[in-house]
């Protein structure tokens, strides 16, 4: 089957909801700051959100978010997550579509409501996460776009998605659809908390060779590996998959594939205004240059870039032409 996407993602369909707010704001809540926690009610939910300061509305989700900065790269991409037939479902259908996306996937009648995710972030551009997963929990596998996934050269999953039953069969059966096209799968492991719940599920993934390509940060790496050193953790699962990577915050990246190592340095920007998206904008610009067949170092140059580019603004959506931030990149 000819492939019509370079990536087809499965994830939250979520409206972020940012605010700014201060550290003792964040240690008053009894937040860890810089962390993702889940809130399992809707009333929850608007508890916390008449506490904060004044929002703004961007939609969000960690894989559509990479789809998003893959498709403003210039590559094709699919999407599929469960919104409702409410206010914010409309929304973020919206944005995934004018993103250049596409997105088929029926919307939800009924309660709960869209996934919403309240986002604090701190002057120092830290965000503390507060996700009421709503509708998105509730993606069955008779909602999958298998055509779609058949469609897609790589199948890109978020370990978010991972944590409800309903949901995690589906991105089962998507991976099983996958492979049976000859597609590549990518993961990113998205939270420890998730490496904390659900960590023996994806080392089973990795074994069973369900994984090519692997999307961690420092932290989520050791977490899987189940040690503190970093290169006994990069030592343990490099062999595992096709391709490891590695972000480091301010210290970069690392990659890994075939036994080399690559590495680089983050993009140097004015001032980090919401790191908010970061990892996923570095996906997105990985693998577009992988689904081009471009060299991994080159491929994280752009990951570096795109990444760069979404923690200068508020919201996990690019706002500036990547296109043409890669292009002044190269030309350097």
Not at 97 to 118: H, I, M, N, Q, Y
Request: negative net charge.
């Amino acid at each position: 089957m000819e492939t019509k996407y370079d990536v087809v993602a499965i994830g939250n369909a979520i409206v972020d909801i940012l605010a700014d707010a201060t550290d003792a704001f964040i240690a008053e809540e009894g937040m860890t700051k810089g962390s993702m926690q889940l809130m399992f009610s809707p009333e929850q939910a608007d508890a916390l959100y008449a506490r904060m300061n004044p929002g703004q509305e961007v939609s969000g989700g960690s894989a559509a978010n990479t789809v998003a900065g893959l498709a403003a790269l210039g590559g094709t991409a699919g999407f599929i997550g469960q919104v409702a037939t409410d206010q914010l479902g409309q929304v973020f259908a919206h944005d995934i579509r004018a993103s250049g996306v596409d997105f088929t996937t029926e919307a939800r009648d009924g309660e709960p409501s869209t996934a919403r995710c309240l986002i604090l972030v701190t002057p120092d551009g830290q965000r503390t996460m507060n996700t009421f997963l709503g509708a998105s929990q509730f993606l069955p596998a008779s909602a999958l776009d298998e055509e779609m996934i058949r469609a897609g050269k790589i199948l890109y999953l978020e370990g978010y998605l991972w944590d409800p039953e309903e949901p995690r069969a589906a991105m089962r059966r998507a991976m099983q659809v996958a492979r049976d096209a000859g597609r590549r799968i990518a993961f990113t492991l998205s939270d420890v908390f998730c490496i904390d719940r659900h960590g023996d599920d994806f080392r089973a993934l990795i074994e069973e060779g369900m994984i090519d390509i692997l999307f961690a940060n420092e932290n989520e790496l050791k977490a899987l590996a189940r040690t503190d050193d970093l290169d006994a953790a990069i030592a343990h699962v490099q062999p595992r998959v096709e391709v490891l990577t590695v972000t480091r915050s301010e210290k970069g990246a690392l990659a890994f594939q075939g036994g080399q190592r690559f590495e680089v340095p983050a993009e140097p920007i004015d001032e980090v205004v919401d790191t908010t998206g970061a990892g996923d904008l570095f996906a997105a610009g990985v693998l577009y240059g992988i689904t081009r067949g471009i060299p991994l170092d080159r491929s994280l140059v752009y990951g570096a870039v795109c990444a760069a580019e979404v923690i200068s603004h508020i919201g996990a959506r690019p706002r500036a032409d990547l296109k043409a931030l890669i292009a002044e990149k190269a030309a350097a």
